[in-house]
């Protein structure tokens, strides 16, 4: 079944801890990208990727990091989590930006 | 900055009535736009897309129109359905490859 997998979906974790949110597709898609959603703001892109190794900062990068050494996966990692990073956190792919986007089941993120 | 938005944050219509729901959006370059439906508890799902060289794309029950000239898009539900509830976004792709997301409208469907 072609999906988009996040790991975990939800997570309580401490200000400073760092974590790391997983992502992995299995439809060989090279555009992959990191959203945050929180409540009247809609959805905001954090980081994006084109391909493997190329990696692009979106409308709110700080406090993120992302990797892509593979296709299929592209990790979110909060080196230093604070409060304000606390969101539910969406992965999706596509096999290009303008082709159809493929939505994770999403990762709820509390930093106390 | 660039910037997608919904007109209205909620809408109810009757089941069987058409809806409408309204997108604006500020960069004249975006050349790509969606329309996302998003379930209570789920990701966003795809529902239609439409380029900038289109005006109108028709699927099933669902229509999308694009206004270049008062960067306007609009999503169209027809024989609207309960299971058509939902919150509904707009979404624009820039030149330089990055998303922006409308703040999205609610849609209530009352049987």
């Known amino acids: 079944e072609a999906q988009v997998t996040q790991n975990p979906r939800y997570l309580i974790t401490v200000t400073g801890k760092k974590l790391t949110v997983t992502c992995s597709q299995n439809m060989n898609h090279e555009y992959m990208s990191w959203y945050r959603q929180d409540p009247g703001l809609g959805l905001r892109q954090i980081y994006y990727?084109?391909?493997?190794?190329?990696?692009d900062k979106g409308d709110v990068p700080e406090g993120y990091k992302v990797s892509r050494k593979e296709k299929r996966n592209f990790p979110l990692i909060l080196e230093s989590p604070s409060p304000n990073q606390t969101s539910l956190y969406f992965c999706?792919?596509?096999?290009?930006?303008?082709?159809?986007?493929?939505f994770g089941p999403g990762t709820r993120l509390l930093v106390l | 900055g660039e910037s997608v938005g919904l007109h209205l944050p909620t809408l109810s219509v009757q089941e069987g009535d058409n809806s409408i729901i309204n997108c604006a959006y500020s960069?004249?370059?975006?050349?790509?736009f969606i329309w996302y439906k998003q379930e209570s508890g789920k990701g966003p799902q795809f529902i239609i897309d439409i380029r900038s060289n289109m005006d109108k794309r028709q699927g099933q029950r669902v229509t999308v129109l694009l206004n270049k000239t008062v960067k306007h898009l609009s999503l169209q539900i027809a024989a609207t359905q309960p299971g058509d509830s939902a919150v509904y976004f707009c979404?624009?792709?820039?030149?330089?490859?990055?998303?922006?997301f409308g703040t999205g409208t609610s849609l209530t469907v009352i049987p």
């Open positions: 999706a792919s596509s096999l290009r930006p303008w082709e159809t986007q493929y």
């Open positions: 960069n004249s370059a975006s050349d790509y």
């Open positions: 979404a624009g792709l820039n030149t330089g490859n990055q998303f922006y």
């Open positions: 990727s084109m391909n493997v190794e190329v990696t």
